[in-house]
């Protein structure tokens, strides 16, 4: 299967901080289509995953532009320019390249 | 608009099979395919299988022997079995289409 490394586990910034979000995975997830199937989600506590970026570096409809995200083959960045009080929870990247798609561990964003 | 809702029992003894419908509105399962993801209370998703738009379905190879998944698309549902529950299967299921929209979920908890 593959593993999905996601640094820190936990994350503390002020609001107005830029971060960054670290996803690296065990093999490329290239898709023989020519296709990389990383996507990050966010999940606030107590409610459901929701989408924020997906196909490595595509925002999601109505997800502010300060998310942004990149990377390639096994390394892959989510980065918030700028935190605000609403992006505290859980983030997760997840790939569905090869099966069984995976979920990384998460990142725990705390606003101090 | 796009909207899935999961129900099923909250409470399933151990040894006994779960059941859940996923019922969908705002688009057809015959154009889109539609995933089952868990998570444990304080844990990361874990993707359990899918049922694709054309009917196949695909499974993560640690439940595959446990799971089955199907669909009646006159009532616009997709359906979860899963046997041999233990208390490790305890957690909140969740059905997606595309990781793009989400379910609000329903916890199952294993216990007798």
């Known amino acids: 299967d593959v593993v999905l490394t996601q640094t820190p586990p936990t994350l503390l910034a002020t609001i107005g901080q830029s971060v960054s979000i670290s996803c690296r995975s065990s093999q490329s997830l290239l898709h023989s289509n020519g296709n990389t199937y990383l996507n990050w989600l966010l999940q606030r506590t107590g409610q459901s995953p929701q989408p924020l970026i997906y196909?490595?570096?595509k925002l999601e409809s109505g997800v502010p532009n300060r998310f942004s995200g990149s990377g390639s083959g096994t390394d892959f960045t989510l980065k918030i320019s700028g935190v605000e009080a609403e992006d505290l929870g859980v983030y997760y990247c997840?790939?569905?390249?090869?099966?069984?798609?995976?979920f990384g561990s998460g990142t725990k964003l705390e606003i101090k | 608009q796009v909207q899935l809702k999961e129900s099923g029992p909250g409470l399933v003894q151990p040894s006994e099979t779960l059941s859940l419908t996923c019922t969908v509105s705002g688009f057809s399962l015959t154009s889109y395919s539609v995933s089952w993801v868990r998570q444990p209370s304080g844990k990361g998703p874990e993707w359990m299988g899918r049922m694709w738009y054309d009917g196949d379905t695909a499974y993560n190879s640690a439940l595959k022997s446990r799971l089955s998944i199907s669909r009646d698309t006159s009532k616009n549902q997709v359906f979860l079995k899963m046997n041999s529950l233990q208390t490790d299967d305890t957690g909140t299921y969740y059905c997606t289409r595309g990781f793009a929209y989400w379910g609000q979920g329903t916890l199952v908890t294993v216990s007798s």
């Open positions: 997840m790939q569905f390249t090869h099966y069984p798609f995976t």
């Open positions: 196909l490595v570096s």
